[in-house]
C-alpha cells in the first residue's frame, strides 16, 4: 500500500473562548489534581491552514462543474473550526508544578485558599 507525509503549516490565532463547567481543583505534592465535574461535549477553535485554505479552494473549484457549494462551505468551517472532545464527568488529568509558571502556580493556590 503507497504511503506518503503530509506537512502544514498551521496557525492558532488568539482568541478567547467561553467555557461554562464545573472542575475540581486540588493540590498534590507536586502539581494539582484537576477532575471534570460538567464539561460541554466539545470545544471549537478557529485555526488557520494552509493546506485547508487549498483545499476548500479545489473544492470550490471543482464545484463549479457540480451543483451547489454546501459541501465546501462545510469542509471549510469543518477544517478551520475544529472540534476537540472534552473530558466526561469524573475524567482526572495531573497539572505538574514543572509545566506551570511561578505565577500560574500562585494564582491556581491562590484560587484555592479563597475557595477552598
Known amino acids: ?12 490565532p488568539d482568541q478567547t473562548r467561553r ?4 472542575l475540581r481543583l ?3 505534592e507536586d502539581g494539582f489534581a484537576v477532575t471534570a ?3 460541554p461535549e466539545y470545544l471549537e477553535i478557529e485555526v488557520e491552514s494552509r493546506l485547508a485554505g487549498r483545499l476548500v479552494k479545489l473544492c470550490r473549484n471543482l464545484t463549479l462543474f457540480l451543483a451547489g457549494r454546501s459541501s465546501c462551505d462545510e469542509l471549510d468551517t469543518k477544517l478551520s473550526h475544529p472540534r476537540f472532545r472534552l473530558p466526561p464527568p469524573g475524567d482526572e488529568s495531573f497539572l505538574p508544578d514543572s ?3 511561578e505565577e500560574e502556580r500562585e494564582l491556581l ?3 484555592l485558599e ?3
Not at 500500500?1 to 492558532?12: F, H, K, Q, Y
Not at 467555557?19 to 464545573?22: A, H, I, M, T, V
Open 1 to 12: 500500500m503507497p504511503s506518503g507525509r503530509l506537512e502544514d503549516e498551521v496557525t492558532i
Open 19 to 22: 467555557l461554562e463547567g464545573r
Open 26 to 28: 486540588e493540590r498534590a
Open 37 to 39: 465535574l460538567e464539561l
Open 99 to 101: 509545566e506551570l509558571t
Open 109 to 111: 493556590i491562590a484560587y
Open 114 to 116: 479563597q475557595n477552598g
